[in-house]
């Protein structure tokens, strides 16, 4: 069963089944699957980053965007500081 649903959890879970099937054409194919996924999450948070660290071109919107949504968040607990 899948820790949780994210795309690794669900990977991981398929992987491990394959393996103790020894199905090395399906664990090939996973493998690659994975390998896809971690390059876009690698992209992503690269993109992240230099947003953050306000590089990007449209950093300093994105970024106020981000703020007002996190302030007007209904889940927002400000009694709480961490």
Aim: charged share 30%.
């Amino acid at each position: 069963m899948a820790n949780c649903n994210c795309e690794f959890c669900v990977l991981g879970e398929k992987i491990e089944d394959t393996i103790a099937s020894k199905d090395v054409d399906r664990l090939i194919s996973l493998v690659r699957e994975l390998q896809n996924e971690l390059l876009y999450t690698s992209d992503d948070l690269d993109h992240l980053k230099v947003i953050m660290d306000g590089s990007w071109p449209s950093a300093v919107e994105q970024l106020e965007k981000a703020l007002e949504k996190a302030k007007n968040h209904p889940n927002r607990d400000v009694s709480t500081p961490f």
